[in-house]
C-alpha cells in the first residue's frame, strides 16, 4: 500500500499552492510521517493503511492531538488517497475478470480508463456520454451548463505515458483543439491514475496542470496489397 501511496503522490497529489505532485524524496517523508503517526497510535500491520476513508476522519482529531503540523498535512493527504483508492477499488471491481488472453487484457484497462474517466468528470458536476461507438474522433462527451468537452480516453496497464493517436483522433484534436480533452489513465490494472491534456493556445502545446507537455510524432503510414 506505501507503494501505492507514493505513486499517487509523485503523480497525482496537488501540493497546496505549487500546484504539483511531490518530488519522490518528498513522497517518502510523507511514508515516514504515517509511520509516525502509526507508531504513536500503536497501530499494527499496515495500520492507517487499513482504515477506511470515513475512519480515518474519525482519527483525524485525535491526530491532532498527538501530532506536529507537518504529520497533520501527511494525514490529511492520506485520507485524500484513500478516498481516491476506494474510487479505484469500486472502478476495479465493476471491471473484474480472470487471468486472459491479451486482447481481453486491452479492453478491459481500456474500459477501466473509460469508466475513471467517466466518474473523474461526474464527480465534477458534468453530465458524460459515451461517443465510443460514433467515430467521432473522441470518446466521450462531458457537459456542464455551456461547456462542452470532447474527450479522447487512452488507458494504459503501466506507469509511463506513451500512446498513439488514430489519423481521425489526431485530426479532430486540431479541429477542436479549444473544447478537446485528452485523458490518459495510467497503471490502469493496480491503482488507475488520470491525467489530463489540453491544449494551451498561446505556447501551441499539449499540457496537464503539472505543466507536463506531449511530445508528439506523426507517423505516416500506408496500406499495401497484392496489385492485380
Given at each position: 500500500?506505501?507503494?501505492?501511496?507514493?505513486?499517487?503522490?509523485?503523480?497525482?497529489?496537488?501540493?497546496?499552492?505549487?500546484?504539483?505532485?511531490?518530488?519522490?524524496?518528498?513522497?517518502?517523508?510523507?511514508?515516514?510521517?504515517?509511520n509516525?503517526?502509526?507508531?504513536?497510535?500503536?497501530?499494527?500491520g499496515?495500520?492507517?493503511?487499513?482504515?477506511?476513508?470515513?475512519?480515518?476522519?474519525l482519527l483525524?482529531?485525535?491526530?491532532?492531538?498527538?501530532?506536529?503540523?507537518?504529520?497533520?498535512?501527511?494525514?490529511?493527504?492520506?485520507?485524500?488517497?484513500?478516498?481516491?483508492?476506494e474510487?479505484?477499488?469500486?472502478?476495479?471491481?465493476?471491471?473484474?475478470?480472470?487471468?486472459?488472453?491479451?486482447?481481453?487484457?486491452?479492453?478491459?484497462?481500456?474500459?477501466?480508463?473509460?469508466?475513471?474517466?467517466?466518474?473523474?468528470?461526474?464527480?465534477?458536476?458534468?453530465?458524460?456520454?459515451?461517443?465510443?461507438?460514433?467515430?467521432?474522433?473522441?470518446?466521450?462527451?462531458?457537459?456542464?451548463?455551456?461547456?462542452?468537452?470532447?474527450?479522447?480516453?487512452?488507458?494504459?496497464?503501466?506507469?509511463?505515458?506513451?500512446?498513439?493517436?488514430?489519423?481521425?483522433?489526431?485530426?479532430?484534436?486540431?479541429?477542436?483543439?479549444?473544447?478537446?480533452?485528452?485523458?490518459?489513465?495510467?497503471?490502469?490494472?493496480?491503482?488507475?491514475?488520470?491525467?489530463?491534456?489540453?491544449?494551451?493556445?498561446?505556447?501551441?502545446v499539449w499540457?496537464?496542470?503539472?505543466?507536463?507537455?506531449?511530445?508528439i510524432?506523426?507517423?505516416?503510414?500506408?496500406?499495401?496489397?497484392?496489385?492485380?
Amino acid at each position: 500500500m506505501t507503494e501505492k501511496f507514493i505513486y499517487w503522490l509523485e503523480n497525482e497529489y496537488d501540493y497546496g499552492k505549487y500546484s504539483k505532485p511531490l518530488k519522490k524524496s518528498s513522497a517518502k517523508s510523507y511514508v515516514s510521517g504515517i509511520n509516525s503517526i502509526n507508531k504513536h497510535l500503536s497501530l499494527v500491520g499496515n495500520g492507517v493503511y487499513d482504515k477506511s476513508t470515513n475512519e480515518l476522519i474519525l482519527l483525524r482529531d485525535e491526530i491532532g492531538s498527538i501530532e506536529n503540523k507537518d504529520r497533520k498535512s501527511h494525514f490529511e493527504a492520506l485520507i485524500k488517497f484513500r478516498e481516491r483508492y476506494e474510487k479505484n477499488e469500486k472502478v476495479l471491481s465493476n471491471n473484474s475478470i480472470s487471468r486472459q488472453q491479451d486482447v481481453l487484457k486491452k479492453q478491459k484497462v481500456e474500459q477501466i480508463a473509460v469508466n475513471t474517466t467517466i466518474e473523474y468528470y461526474r464527480d465534477l458536476g458534468y453530465n458524460v456520454s459515451s461517443k465510443e461507438t460514433d467515430n467521432l474522433g473522441w470518446d466521450l462527451e462531458a457537459m456542464k451548463e455551456e461547456q462542452l468537452l470532447r474527450i479522447e480516453v487512452k488507458g494504459l496497464s503501466g506507469k509511463n505515458i506513451d500512446f498513439e493517436f488514430s489519423p481521425n483522433e489526431f485530426s479532430k484534436s486540431k479541429e477542436y483543439s479549444e473544447s478537446f480533452v485528452i485523458t490518459v489513465v495510467t497503471n490502469c490494472l493496480e491503482f488507475p491514475i488520470l491525467h489530463n491534456f489540453r491544449f494551451n493556445q498561446t505556447e501551441s502545446v499539449w499540457k496537464d496542470r503539472f505543466n507536463n507537455q506531449i511530445e508528439i510524432k506523426e507517423i505516416i503510414g500506408a496500406r499495401m496489397q497484392i496489385k492485380k
